[in-house]
C-alpha cells in the first residue's frame, strides 16, 4: 500500500507552494519499504542487483518464489493513469516474471487480467493473483499448456465468460533450453519448444480473435536471440526470430480490423526461465554482458506493453518489434 506525505516550499516570491509528494512504497511478503519521489533523478546502472548472484538450479519450470534474488515486479516508481481502464486482458506465462509485472501494472492502469500458467506453477500464480488484487482489480487463473490449442480456445472462452469481454492478448509464454550443438537438439526438444513458444502464439492469437474489436491489441514477446540468434539455443533463437515475423505479419493482416499488433524483444531479464535451465554457475553471472552489466528486472520491461496496450499511447503503432537491451544497440 502506499501513502503519501505532503512538504511544502518556498517560492521565489515568499509564497508557501506544495512539493511533490514522497510516495512510500511496501513490498509484499517482505515488507520492505521504498520511499522514492518523483523529483529524484536516479542511475539506472547500480538501482537494481548485480552479478555474481547466488549460484542456483531449479528443475523446470521454476519458481519465482525461490529465485534469489527475488526479481522486482511491483514498479513503485510507476503511476497508474487509467490508460487500461476497465479493459480485460489476457496474459499467457502471467504467474512470474515478465508476466508477472505486465499483470501488475495493467492493473494499475485499471484492468482485470486473467492469468495462463503451468500447473506446477500454481503457488507463483497465487502471488500474481494477490498483487493484482492488491491494485484494486480482479484476477482470474487459468492452469493449461499452451501447447494445445484446445486449451488456448478453452482460457479464452473462460476470460470472455468471468470477465465479459477481452481486449488485449499478450502472448508470453515460452521455453528454452540451452544445447551445446546441433547434434545434441533432439526432435522432442525442438517439438516442444516451437509447440510453446509459436504454435501457442498462434493458437492464442486465432482463438482470441472472434471476441477481439477494434481498439483492441496483441502483444507478442519476443527476444534478441531472434533478431542477433544464439549459438547454444538453436531452436528457441528459432521460434523467438518467427514470432518478430508472425507479429508482423499479423499486423499487416488485422490493420484493416483495427486491432494493433506488436512485439517486446528484450535482452536478459531475471526470471525463473533462467535458472530452470542453465548451471549454477551461469546463472551466477547472468546479465554482465550487457553495457549495463546486469539483466533487467521484471519491473523494467513491462512498461512497454502497456505502452503497446494503450490507446493514448501507441494507437498509430503496429507491426513493431520494440528491443530492451539494456545499451546493445546491434541489433536495436
Keep these: 500500500m502506499a501513502t503519501r506525505s505532503k512538504r511544502h516550499i518556498v517560492s521565489r516570491r515568499g509564497r508557501q507552494q506544495s512539493a511533490p509528494p514522497v510516495r512510500v512504497q511496501a513490498t509484499r511478503k517482505t515488507g520492505s519499504v521504498h520511499q522514492y519521489s518523483p523529483t529524484k533523478v536516479r542511475d539506472p546502472r547500480p538501482r537494481y542487483p548485480k552479478p555474481p548472484f547466488p549460484r542456483q538450479h531449479q528443475e523446470r519450470p521454476g519458481l519465482e518464489s525461490v529465485l534469489r534474488p527475488r526479481p522486482q515486479y511491483l514498479a513503485p516508481l510507476y503511476k497508474g493513469a487509467g490508460k487500461l481502464q476497465d479493459r480485460v486482458a489476457l496474459i499467457t506465462g502471467g504467474d512470474s516474471g515478465i508476466g508477472r509485472a505486465v499483470a501488475v ?10 492469468l495462463v500458467f503451468l500447473p506446477p506453477e500454481f503457488s507463483d500464480a497465487e502471488e500474481t493473483r494477490d498483487a493484482v488484487e492488491a491494485e484494486g482489480r480482479r484476477a482470474l487463473l487459468i492452469a493449461g499448456h499452451v501447447t494445445q490449442a484446445a486449451f488456448c480456445r478453452e482460457a479464452v472462452e473462460r476470460t470472455v465468460n468471468h470477465f465479459g469481454r477481452l481486449d488485449i492478448l499478450v502472448n508470453n509464454a515460452a521455453f528454452q533450453q540451452h544445447q551445446p550443438g546441433l547434434d545434441a537438439l533432439s526432435d522432442e526438444q525442438w517439438d516442444r519448444t516451437f509447440k510453446t513458444n509459436i504454435y501457442g502464439y498462434f493458437s492464442m492469437a486465432r482463438a482470441a480473435l472472434p471476441y477481439l474489436r477494434p481498439g483492441s ?5 519476443g527476444s534478441i536471440t531472434g533478431l542477433e540468434g544464439s549459438k547454444q539455443l538453436l531452436d528457441y533463437a528459432a521460434t523467438k526470430g518467427a514470432i518478430h515475423a508472425f507479429t508482423k505479419s499479423l499486423a499487416q493482416n488485422l490493420v484493416g480490423q483495427g486491432i494493433r499488433v506488436n512485439c517486446v524483444a528484450p535482452g536478459p531479464v531475471w526470471t525463473p526461465l533462467n535458472p530452470a535451465d542453465q548451471p549454477a554457475e551461469q546463472v551466477a553471472e547472468f546479465g554482465r554482458q550487457t553495457p549495463m552489466q546486469r539483466p533487467a528486472q521484471p519491473e523494467e520491461v513491462a512498461p512497454a506493453f502497456v505502452f503497446f496496450a494503450s490507446e493514448a499511447d501507441s494507437s498509430y503503432i503496429t507491426g513493431e518489434v520494440l528491443t530492451l537491451l539494456g545499451g546493445a544497440t546491434t541489433a536495436a
Design 217 to 221: 491489441a496483441i502483444i507478442n514477446c
Design 105 to 114: 501494472l495493467y492493473a494499475r492502469e485499471g484492468a482485470d487480467v486473467a
